[in-house]
């Protein structure tokens, strides 16, 4: 008998994670030896769904649960409808609660501090959202989920919930707030930035030529319209203007890495050295992360050069509606440590990148072509099983950018525009989960602090990640297993290069130095004044001495 316990879909996660509640099985009706089988459970057609409810004793052919359809959604939430339809005794044992909870458990909940995070999704009535969550997240432990109806509307009010499906966290230690997963998080973009100028660049032992002009102009297109926070925008212009009025073809790495860690102590400005993910977050260690971050990135700058197009005034790519893509395009070309994917979005920039006639039309470009990305990685090995590869923005997200024309879903691009520019702007920014940046006199203490060790930990691993992974089953935190085909194990490779070795430990290299954070440059700089001051402290001493004796020839001989 072919037994298969796994059952997966583009748009969904898969049901092993519901095992303990409803296990799921395939078997094979057109295989001649499970013909006996199936003719005694009586399947004429194919697929047919069968449910079994638990602590059946006696021989039972199942329950045909029909939905509208057979997708795979349509599946789960008839599995949902299965498991309710048992009677409180004859439920399964580990199957959480599927019944909406009240207001008033919800505020014991809040008094209880029960040590566990408790997730409440709030719902209309006809919405399997809050099931789904509380049936996927049952391999961990250490979350609870629970779900509420959306009924009373001045409790939702002062929980600050406007619109539904909404998800409100209450912490171990009993604090509580709104979870907002259409947000777009700071932490995401300056960890990102972190790794590109810390880690990606380092690859290159030094920039030159076209290598340069692409960075300089990355650089510039990226200071501009950056809507993170003050000093890492400072940082970013600084590192810009720098850049900028060089008068050199040819610039090492390491003085790029010493003006990203503010060796020069310049106030107000920072970036952190920390990666901590959040909207990025994979499920697990290698998934997500990075390029998700960079994407993220680019769709921000499109949206700011069609939202803030001034900011570009002065930099010659005011006028030019592609020159953000271009930059972008070339920037990927040039560094991004996945080969391959550099390949694609090129073939995928020739194809139509010139077609690209405004601001706006940048911005839906780059949706476009994210989406195709997102298509042909559907069921890749890199794709995170907990965030399927889909047409972006999912109807949740945003109702109105989807709309039917003759019965096939198709997309309402001015919908679409409206959206990217509230999603990708600066007021959907939020700053939980970022590093806090200290007082402004903390701000050129970033030398110091990676120094201290607190950036990557030698196994690459932030504490970001830590954190994070405190939610995770633990059986799923092995060490990186899949890597092979993965996207970061050609990332890993590319800085595996002799030529990215030596730049990444000459990077290291500049950063600690006798422990106190001189990169070869200030060294040299100190050896310098060291022997101008020694010499200037020797002619003193000889010119006083000399004119002493002539004081003492005096005294004693007044006529000489
Ligand atoms: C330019 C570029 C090209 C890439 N090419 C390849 C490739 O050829 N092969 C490969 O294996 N990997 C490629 N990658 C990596 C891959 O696209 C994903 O970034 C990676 O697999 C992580 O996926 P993710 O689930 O975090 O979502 P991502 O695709 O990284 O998306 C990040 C976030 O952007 C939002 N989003 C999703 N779709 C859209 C959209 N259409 N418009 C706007 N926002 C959206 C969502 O909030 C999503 O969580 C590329 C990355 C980049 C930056």
Redesign the pocket.
């Known amino acids: 008998m072919a037994w298969c316990w796994q059952l997966c879909s583009k748009s969904h996660s898969c049901l092993v994670d519901w095992a303990a509640a409803i296990r799921v099985a395939a078997l094979d009706c057109a295989e001649e030896k499970n013909q006996d089988v199936c003719r005694t459970y009586d399947i004429h057609f194919y697929p047919t769904f069968r449910y079994f409810r638990a602590f059946t004793k006696e021989f039972t052919a199942g329950e045909n649960f029909k939905g509208p359809d057979r997708e795979l959604r349509t599946v789960r939430q008839t599995m949902i409808d299965f498991l309710q339809n048992h009677t409180e005794g004859t439920r399964p044992p580990a199957c959480p609660p599927l019944d909406p909870i009240q207001p008033s458990d919800i505020l014991s909940l809040m008094d209880s501090h029960s040590g566990q995070y408790h997730a409440v999704m709030f719902e209309s009535n006809g919405s399997y959202v809050g099931r789904e969550v509380i049936l996927d997240l049952i391999p961990y432990d250490n979350i609870v989920v629970s779900r509420a109806l959306d009924r009373d509307k001045a409790f939702l009010g002062t929980l600050g919930i406007s619109s539904v499906p909404s998800c409100y966290l209450i912490y171990p230690n009993g604090s509580h707030g709104l979870v907002n997963v259409a947000k777009l998080y700071t932490a995401d973009l300056e960890s990102g930035l972190h790794y590109l100028l810390r880690v990606e660049l380092a690859a290159h032992r030094s920039l030159a030529g076209a290598q340069l002009k692409t960075f300089r102009d990355f650089m510039t297109v990226i200071a501009k319209l950056f809507p993170g926070r003050p000093p890492v925008k400072k940082l970013l212009e600084t590192l810009q203007e720098w850049l900028a009025n060089l008068p050199l073809d040819k610039i090492p790495y390491n003085a790029i890495l010493d003006l990203v860690n503010n060796k020069m102590r310049i106030s107000g400005i920072f970036l952190t050295s920390h990666i901590k993910w959040v ?2 977050q ?1 499920s697990r260690l290698e ?3 990075y ?2 971050s ?3 990135l ?2 921000t700058l499109t949206v700011q050069a069609s939202t803030h197009p001034e900011a570009l005034v002065g930099t010659g790519f005011e006028d030019d509606p592609q020159a953000v893509l271009q930059t972008i395009r070339r920037y ?1 070309h040039t560094f ?1 440590g ?1 080969k ?3 390949e ?2 090129e073939e995928m920039a020739k194809e139509s990148l010139n077609s690209v006639k405004t601001p706006d039309q940048a911005v839906l470009w ?3 072509k ?2 195709m ?2 298509s ?2 559907a069921g ?1 090995l ?3 099983p907990k ?1 399927p ?1 889909v ?3 999912t109807p949740d997200l945003c109702p109105a950018c989807h709309e039917e024309i003759k019965g096939l879903d198709s997309w309402n691009e001015d919908q679409v525009l409206v959206f ?1 520019k509230q ?1 990708y702007s600066r007021d959907n920014l939020v700053d939980t989960y970022s590093v806090d940046q200290g007082s402004p006199d903390d701000w050129g203490a970033l030398g110091r602090e990676q120094e201290e060790g607190e950036g990557l930990n030698p196994s690459g691993k932030s504490r970001g990640h830590q954190d994070a992974e405190s939610l995770r089953p633990p059986h799923k935190l092995g060490p990186r297993t899949d890597l092979s085909k993965s ?1 970061h194990h050609r990332l890993d490779l590319k800085l595996q290069s002799p030529q990215g070795l030596q730049a990444l430990e000459e990077a290291k290299a500049a950063v600690p130095f006798l422990g106190v954070g001189f990169s070869s440059l200030d060294m040299s700089l100190c050896v310098v004044l060291y022997v101008a001051s020694s010499l200037f402290l020797m002619i003193m001493y000889f010119f006083f001495r000399v004119r002493s004796k002539r004081w003492k020839v005096r005294l004693y001989h007044p006529a000489v």
Do not use: A, Q
Request: with cysteine; hydrophobic share 35%.
């Open positions: 909207g990025c994979g998934l997500r992360g390029p998700c960079l994407w993220k680019f769709h990927i991004f996945c391959e994917c550099g694609h979005f780059l949706w476009r994210h989406n990305v997102n042909r990685l890749h890199s794709e995170d965030f590869k047409p972006w923005p990217l999603h996207l």
